[in-house]
C-alpha cells in the first residue's frame, strides 16, 4: 500500500471514530433530557417491557392524580445488563405489579421515567441503572 494512499485511509478512519463519539455521548446526555436533580417513585402494573438496544424500554399504567390510568414509560439500561444482573423478561409480564423509582422527564408534559429501581410483589428490588450516576453535579 503506497503512502499516501494510506494517510488517506488512517484520516478517513479517524474522522469514522471521532464522529461515532460524539453521537454517543450526545446519547446519553441524561442531564438534557431527564430532572437528574428529582426522583420519582410510582405503583403501577406493566404493559409491555422490551429487552433491547440501547435501552430496555417498559410501558407502565399507573394511578393518575385525578385517580385515571395514565401511561408511563421507564427507560432502563441496556438488555444484556439487565439479564447479567438478575433481571429476566419472565419477570415483566403484562399486567404484573410493581414500584419504580428515577428521574422523571425535564419536560413535564412526557410521561417517561430514567429508572433507577424496580421493586417486585415479592419484595425484592431491582437495580435499573448500569452505574451511570443517579445524580449530577451542577454545570
Not at 454517543?24 to 436533580?37: G, L, M, R, T
Request: positive net charge; glycine residues 8%.
Amino acid at each position: 500500500m503506497s503512502s499516501p494512499f494510506r494517510r488517506v485511509i488512517i484520516a478517513a478512519a479517524a474522522s469514522l471514530a471521532c464522529g461515532g463519539i460524539g453521537v454517543a455521548f450526545a446519547h446519553h446526555s441524561v442531564p438534557e433530557y431527564f430532572d437528574v436533580s428529582s426522583t420519582v417513585t410510582m405503583q403501577g402494573t406493566i404493559k409491555t417491557f422490551k429487552f433491547e438496544n440501547p435501552h430496555s424500554i417498559m410501558e407502565l399504567v399507573v394511578k393518575g392524580p385525578d385517580g385515571q390510568p395514565q401511561e408511563w414509560k421507564a427507560e432502563a439500561s441496556l438488555a444484556a445488563w439487565l439479564i447479567r444482573n438478575g433481571w429476566s423478561p419472565a419477570m415483566f409480564k403484562p399486567g404484573t405489579a410493581i414500584t419504580i423509582s428515577g428521574n422523571p422527564a425535564r419536560d413535564k408534559g412526557v410521561r417517561m421515567v430514567r429508572l433507577f429501581t424496580v421493586k417486585l410483589s415479592n419484595g425484592k428490588t431491582l437495580n435499573a441503572n448500569n452505574g451511570l450516576p443517579t445524580t449530577y453535579a451542577k454545570q
